[in-house]
Nanobody, 125 residues
Framework: HVQLVESGGDSVQAGGSLRLSCVAS????????MAWFRQALGKEREGVAG???????TYADSVAGRFSISKDNAKNTLYLDVNSLKPGDTAIYYC????????????????????WGQGTQVTVS
């Protein structure tokens, strides 16, 4: 069973940057397919970025060019660098992991994952 713990959320002004982290335990990070999702108040959860075991990435159009997902397999840690933040980026950000193969085009699909973190709040004003 993979356990995930996110951190790094904060309240920032528009245009600011943050680095979100997600530490995975219970499974080797190099073999995990992982993603970041977010859920704004009153809205459905949205997959914003995903990364496969080979390091290939996919992004939602709304964050492409501003957000960057990466993994440090030695530290079993997933990152999301969020830049040029907008008020519309305000949400709880969750990381998700799957220990089995997820094809690239399904990396940002909620149903691809059974392991979720508790979330970290990002507020942009």
């Amino acid at each position: 069973h993979v356990q995930l713990v996110e951190s790094g959320g904060d309240s920032v002004q528009a245009g600011g940057s943050l680095r979100l982290s997600c530490v995975a335990s219970g499974f080797a990070g190099s073999n995990l397919y992982m993603a970041w999702f977010r859920q704004a108040l009153g809205k459905e959860r949205e997959g914003v970025a995903g990364i496969d075991s080979d390091g290939r990435t996919t992004y939602a159009d709304s964050v492409a060019g501003r957000f960057s997902i990466s993994k440090d397999n030695a530290k079993n840690t997933l990152y999301l660098d969020v830049n040029s933040l907008k008020p519309g980026d305000t949400a709880i950000y969750y990381c998700a992991a799957a220990p089995r193969r997820v094809v690239l085009w399904l990396l940002r699909t909620e149903g691809s994952y059974h392991n979720w973190g508790q979330g970290t709040q990002v507020t942009v004003s």
